[in-house]
C-alpha cells in the first residue's frame, strides 16, 4: 500500500499535465497546421496517457483528449456539422499489437480462435481485413447529392469541419459529378488529401524562387493548401485526392469495405492502387512489412498502414470504443531516429505555470525534415535520461515532424557537458519557481511527495500564464469572444492593456484601434462580442476560468448539480465527490481553487464589470438526494471503514452525532457487530481527534445548508427517468447513429455499455445485430427494435 500510493497520485498529475499538452498539440497541428511536435511523441503522450486512464479509469474525464478526436475549426470557414461523426483510428507500434486487435475483433464477433498455433486441425476462422496505405494528408469529406459535389469540409473535431467547398472543387482528380450510375441518393465520401513528393519539390521550389514561403514537408503543404481563403491560390497548388472510406448515405452500397470502394473508382473517385484483401492477422503482418520495404519508393508519404474488417455487419456489431472504431486500426510504421548535439536547455512557461524543459539541438535532417529543438516534458524526463547540455543525444521521429530525445550516448559526452539546472526565477516574469508536491490521500492519511512538475508562483502576473489563461477564457467553447486569437491576446497583454481576464471588459475603442491588425470596424466587431459575451451560462463561466482537472464536461456538470456559483465556490471537497466521475482530488483542485485570494478578487472583478450568470438555480434533483449518512461516514477517510462498515455504523449510531458518541463509548463499541478490531480502534483514534469532529460536522452543515442532509425535506421532483438503467445498442441503426442514440440514452440517465450481462436493463437491436441479441434473448433481456426504441424515446420526452 505504502509504494501504490504514490503511484496513484502520480498517475493522477501526470495525466493532468499530459492532457494538457496534448490539448495544445491537437490544437497546433489540426487547426493551426504548425504542429509542433513530432507524430512519433503525440503517441508516446497519447498512448502514455490512454495506458494511465486505463489503470486508473475513476479518473477518466470526457473532456481527455482519449475521448475525444482532434481539435476546433477555425472561424474564418463556416461549420459544417458531420452528421456521422468522423472518427479517429487506433494505433498499433508492435506485432503484437496487431495480434491483440486481431484478437479483440475475433472475440467481439464470437469466432474460434485463428490457426496460429500450429494445430492443422483447428477449426478458427481468419477475420478478412482490408489493407491500404495511411496517407499523411488532411482529411475530408464529400457530400454528394443525385450525384453532384454540393459540399466539401475538413473533419475539424470529429464533429464539426470547416466548409471548403471552393477549395475542393479546385483538385483535378475530385470528380463534380459522378460517372457511371447507380450511385446513392445521398453519398458522403470521406478520404485524405494529399501531396506527392514531386508535387511538394516543385511547389517549394516555386516558393522559394518567388521569394514565399516554403514547407517542412507535404502534410504541412497540403493542409496550407487546402485550407486557403482565396481557392485561386488552392487551385495552383498539386494537391490530390484518395478516397479511403464513407460517411452519410442513403441508397444501397456493398455490404463490404473494399466492396464500397471499388464502387466509389467506379464513379470516379479515387482509392488506393495498393488495396488489398487480406484474411487473418498473419496476412496483414506480410502486408505491413511489403509496404514497407517499397515505403521510399512509393511517389507520396505514408506513416503506416491501415486495417479495417471487411465485412460491414461485422463492423456494425462491433461498434465503438470512446471515440474510435473497434473495427480499425492503424499500424504505424517505426519512428526514424538520428544523432544530434544537445545545445541547450531553454524553459518556456504554460497557462498553469508549469515550467517545462525544451531541448535546443544542433539542427539535422531526420527524414528529409531539419529539426532543431524538443520538448522533454519535465524535470523527471531529463534525469530519466541523464541529459546534459553538450551530450550526443539519439532523436527519435515519426509522421515527418519534430522528434523526440529518447537516449544519452554517454561514451561522447564532453568533458565540459554541464548539469540541467532548473530555474530559480521565471524565465518570464522573474518570480520564484517552486516544485510541485504531490498529496496522495487513503483512508486515515495523507502522503506528500515531491512532484515532476515545477512551476512559476507569479500566477497571473506571470505574462506567459496571463496570456494562455486569456487564450482559454476568451475560447470558443468558454467565453467565445470572437476577435481575440493569440496574436491580439499576446499584444493586449504587452501593451499592459489586460493584466487579468476582467479587464477584457473594461476595454475601450480608442485602446483596441491602435493595435496591429485592427481597424474601426474590426475595433468595434470586437467590442460587440466581448459585450456579447456578458451573460454566460454559470457551466461556460466555470469552464471559463480554467480550474485544474475542471474540464467542459466537469463544468457542465458542476453547474447542473450545484446551481449557483456561490455553492461552486463554497462546496467543500468531500461534497464535491458526491458528484459522479469527480474524485478526491480533482474535488481538492476545485476547492483550492476558489479558496485562493486571487482567484477570488479575479471572479469579484468579472462580476463587478458586468457578467451576469445564466442558467443558476436549484440544487439538480438527484445531487440533493444522494447524500446519507453512510456515504459520509465513507466519506471521511477513517482507515478500515469502507462502505459496509461505514453503513454498519450508521444503522448503529442513527446521527452523525450518534456516531461520534459510540466511538468514545469503548465497552457499547466493543460489543458492536460488523467492524473488527482494528477498525474500532481507527474509529475511536480518528474521532479523538477535535479536528476531525469539528471536520466531519463542517461536511454534515454544508450537506444541510445546500438541502443535500438526509434529513432534509425532499422536494417533489423526479430524477431522469433512466437513471439506474443499463442499455446496450447493437446492430445499424437507420434514423440516427448510435452515437446520437447513445447521447439520447445518456441525457435521460442510463448507462450504454458495450455489452450484454444480466445487469442490462434493455438492448436495442438494429438491422446486423448478431451475438449480442442472440445473448439478449437468451437472457430473457428485454429487447427493443429501432421503431419500439424511438417510440420508447418520444413517450420519455
Not at 486571487?598 to 457578467?611: F, S, T, W
Request: contains cysteine; proline residues 4%.
Amino acid at each position: 500500500m505504502t509504494d501504490a500510493a504514490p503511484s496513484a497520485q502520480s498517475a493522477a498529475k501526470r495525466i493532468a499535465q499530459l492532457r494538457s499538452e496534448l490539448d495544445e498539440h491537437n490544437y497546433r497541428y489540426h487547426v493551426l497546421d504548425e504542429p509542433s511536435i513530432p507524430d512519433a511523441e503525440y503517441d508516446r503522450l497519447y498512448h502514455e496517457l490512454k495506458a494511465l486512464e486505463a489503470e486508473h479509469p475513476e479518473l477518466i474525464t470526457p473532456d481527455s483528449p482519449t475521448q475525444r478526436v482532434g481539435s476546433l475549426a477555425l472561424s474564418a470557414f463556416g461549420e459544417v456539422r458531420h452528421e456521422v461523426p468522423m472518427l479517429s483510428l487506433g494505433n498499433a507500434f508492435e506485432e503484437g499489437d496487431l495480434l491483440d486487435f486481431d484478437r479483440r475483433v475475433r472475440e467481439g464477433l464470437d469466432l474460434p480462435a485463428g490457426d496460429h498455433s500450429g494445430d492443422l486441425f483447428a477449426e478458427g476462422v481468419d477475420v478478412e481485413y482490408s489493407c491500404e496505405p495511411k496517407l499523411d494528408g488532411l482529411a475530408v469529406s464529400l457530400l454528394y447529392e443525385r450525384g453532384q459535389l454540393v459540399r466539401g469540409a475538413t473533419r475539424g473535431d470529429g464533429s464539426t469541419g470547416e466548409d471548403i467547398s471552393a477549395n475542393v472543387r479546385t483538385i483535378r482528380n475530385i470528380p463534380l459529378r459522378l460517372h457511371g450510375s447507380g450511385w446513392p441518393e445521398v453519398l458522403e465520401v470521406r478520404g485524405e488529401v494529399f501531396m506527392s513528393k514531386a508535387g511538394f519539390e516543385a511547389l517549394n521550389a516555386r516558393q522559394a524562387e518567388s521569394g514565399g514561403k516554403t514547407f517542412a514537408n507535404p502534410r504541412n503543404a497540403a493542409a496550407g493548401s487546402l485550407r486557403q481563403l482565396d481557392p485561386k491560390i488552392t487551385a495552383s497548388r498539386p494537391l490530390e485526392l484518395c478516397a479511403y472510406g464513407i460517411g452519410r448515405v442513403e441508397g444501397e452500397l456493398p455490404q463490404t469495405h473494399i466492396g464500397i470502394l471499388q464502387a466509389l473508382k467506379g464513379w470516379g473517385l479515387p482509392i488506393s492502387r495498393e488495396l488489398k484483401l487480406a484474411k487473418g492477422a498473419q496476412q496483414c503482418l506480410d502486408y505491413y512489412r511489403a509496404i514497407g520495404e517499397r515505403r521510399e519508393t512509393l511517389p507520396y508519404e505514408i506513416d503506416g498502414v491501415v486495417f479495417k474488417v471487411n465485412s460491414l455487419a461485422s463492423q456494425r456489431e462491433l461498434g465503438f470504443r470512446a471515440r474510435e472504431p473497434r473495427w480499425a486500426i492503424a499500424h504505424k510504421f517505426p519512428a526514424m531516429e538520428e544523432l544530434t548535439e544537445l545545445l541547450a536547455v531553454e524553459f518556456q512557461v504554460g497557462r498553469t505555470g508549469a515550467v517545462t524543459p525544451v531541448a535546443r539541438l544542433q539542427p539535422v535532417k531526420v527524414a528529409g525534415v531539419t529539426v532543431s529543438n524538443a520538448t522533454l516534458h519535465n524535470m523527471d524526463e531529463v534525469a530519466r535520461l541523464g541529459l546534459m547540455v553538450g551530450d550526443t543525444v539519439i532523436i527519435r521521429r515519426a509522421g515527418d515532424v519534430i522528434p523526440q530525445v529518447v537516449q544519452v550516448v554517454r561514451e561522447r559526452r564532453p568533458a565540459d557537458a554541464r548539469a540541467v539546472q532548473v530555474p530559480e526565477q521565471c524565465p518570464v516574469c522573474g518570480s520564484r519557481v517552486e516544485r510541485t508536491q504531490l498529496v496522495k490521500r487513503s483512508k486515515g492519511r495523507e502522503t506528500l511527495s515531491e512532484g515532476a512538475v515545477y512551476r512559476c508562483v507569479g500566477r497571473l502576473a506571470c505574462a506567459a500564464q496571463l496570456k494562455q489563461a486569456i487564450i482559454h477564457f476568451v475560447s470558443r467553447r468558454a467565453m467565445d469572444i470572437e476577435g481575440l486569437g493569440e496574436k491580439s491576446v499576446e499584444q493586449l497583454v504587452d501593451e499592459g492593456l489586460v493584466r487579468s481576464p476582467a479587464d477584457l471588459y473594461s476595454l475601450t475603442f480608442e485602446q483596441i484601434v491602435g493595435l496591429e491588425g485592427f481597424a474601426e470596424l474590426s475595433s468595434n466587431n470586437l467590442l460587440a462580442a466581448i459585450a456579447d459575451s456578458r451573460t454566460p451560462s454559470l457551466a461556460r463561466f466555470i469552464y471559463a476560468l480554467g480550474i485544474p482537472d475542471v474540464g467542459e464536461e466537469t463544468a457542465k456538470l458542476l453547474a447542473r448539480a450545484l446551481g449557483s456559483l456561490a455553492r461552486i465556490q463554497r462546496a467543500l471537497p468531500e461534497v464535491l465527490t458526491y458528484l459522479p466521475d469527480v474524485g478526491l482530488e480533482v474535488a481538492h483542485e476545485i476547492r483550492n481553487f476558489f479558496a485562493d485570494g486571487h482567484n477570488q478578487q479575479v471572479i469579484r472583478d468579472l462580476l463587478a464589470r458586468g457578467i451576469a450568470l445564466q442558467e443558476e438555480g436549484e440544487l439538480g434533483a438527484e445531487f440533493a438526494a444522494c447524500a446519507t449518512l453512510e456515504g459520509l461516514l465513507d466519506k471521511l477517510n477513517i482507515a478500515g471503514i469502507a462502505a459496509t462498515g461505514a453503513r454498519k455504523l450508521a444503522e448503529k449510531g442513527g446521527s452523525l452525532d450518534g456516531v461520534i458518541a459510540l466511538s468514545q463509548d469503548w465497552l457499547e463499541l466493543s460489543v458492536m457487530k460488523g467492524l473488527n478490531e482494528k477498525a474500532k480502534q481507527a474509529l475511536r483514534e480518528h474521532f479523538a481527534v477535535p479536528a476531525n469532529v469539528e471536520r466531519a460536522r463542517t461536511i454534515e452543515a454544508q450537506l444541510r445548508e445546500f438541502g443535500m442532509h438526509w434529513q432534509s425535506e425532499r422536494k417533489a421532483v423526479e430524477g431522469l427517468p433512466l437513471a439506474g438503467q443499463t442499455w446496450v445498442l447493437t446492430g445499424s441503426l437507420e434514423v440516427m447513429s448510435r452515437d446520437v442514440a447513445k447521447d439520447k440514452l445518456e441525457s435521460l440517465g442510463a448507462k450504454v455499455a458495450g455489452s450484454v450481462s444480466a445487469k442490462t436493463t434493455c438492448v436495442v437491436a438494429g438491422p446486423g445485430a448478431g451475438s449480442k441479441l442472440a445473448k439478449a434473448q437468451e437472457l430473457g433481456l428485454r429487447v427493443l427494435d429501432e421503431a419500439e426504441f424511438l417510440a420508447e424515446l418520444s413517450r420519455l420526452g
